[in-house]
């Protein structure tokens, strides 16, 4: 995987959308979206709408493993995210992987852009609740699309249409349908 931008600009990122959600920024929404911060239950942690292998999943997003993201996140949602420092001791070998896209097509993310996609989903081998992030780049060269599964991931980063770049950041996020 290419290592192209550092990890601390997705932190700033991250910092940035905390920033633009306090302000009231808009969150345009492709086909799938979140639904916590429009009508999400007091109290509970938001269910967020992303891809696995071209279908739409729904997952909680419960914990993440910094202080920092947990309160970013928990102003995009306006619902409870934790913060939980020992999900980033988790060996990679226990983790499923959430892609995380930095630029391209605008959506729900926190950044503004398209639905976070997942490696796996219940059921299968690979699947676990625990999720390394996985921060995706169009270059500058690309015309972006939407990409729903790791394999056109994958494909578009081989073609040199993207990089990936894995972060620090570890969440609970167990997938709830789909």
Same mark, same amino acid.
């Given at each position: ?20 959600? @306090? ?10 979206? =979140?639904? @916590? ?6 109290? &509970?942690?938001? &269910? ?13 997003? =419960? ?6 993201? @947990? ?9 409870? %995210? ?6 980033? =001791? ?23 852009? &398209? ?27 690309? =015309? ?25 950041? %570890?969440?609970?996020?167990?997938? %709830?349908?789909?």
């Amino acid at each position: 995987m290419s290592l192209k931008r550092p990890i601390s600009a997705l932190v700033l990122a991250l910092a940035a959308a905390a920033t633009l959600a @306090a302000c009231g920024g808009s969150n345009n929404s492709t086909t799938a979206s =979140t639904t @916590a911060g429009d009508g999400a239950t007091a109290g &509970q942690p938001p &269910q967020v709408s992303g891809f696995y292998d071209g279908k739409s999943v729904d997952y909680l997003l =419960t914990d993440i493993s910094t202080e920092k993201d @947990a309160k970013a996140l928990s102003d995009f949602y306006k619902a409870p %995210v934790n913060a939980t420092p020992k999900l980033g =001791t988790v060996p990679d070998s226990s983790l499923a992987k959430l892609y995380l896209f930095m630029n391209g097509v605008k959506g729900p993310n926190p950044f503004g852009y &398209q639905p976070n996609v997942l490696d796996s989903v219940p059921g299968e081998a690979a699947y676990s609740p625990l999720w390394r992030v996985y921060a995706v780049t169009w270059s500058d060269s690309a =015309t972006p699309e939407e990409l729903k599964s790791e394999d056109d991931i994958l494909a578009a980063e081989k073609a040199g249409e993207l990089t990936i770049e894995k972060t620090p950041l %570890v969440k609970n996020s167990p997938v %709830v349908g789909g």
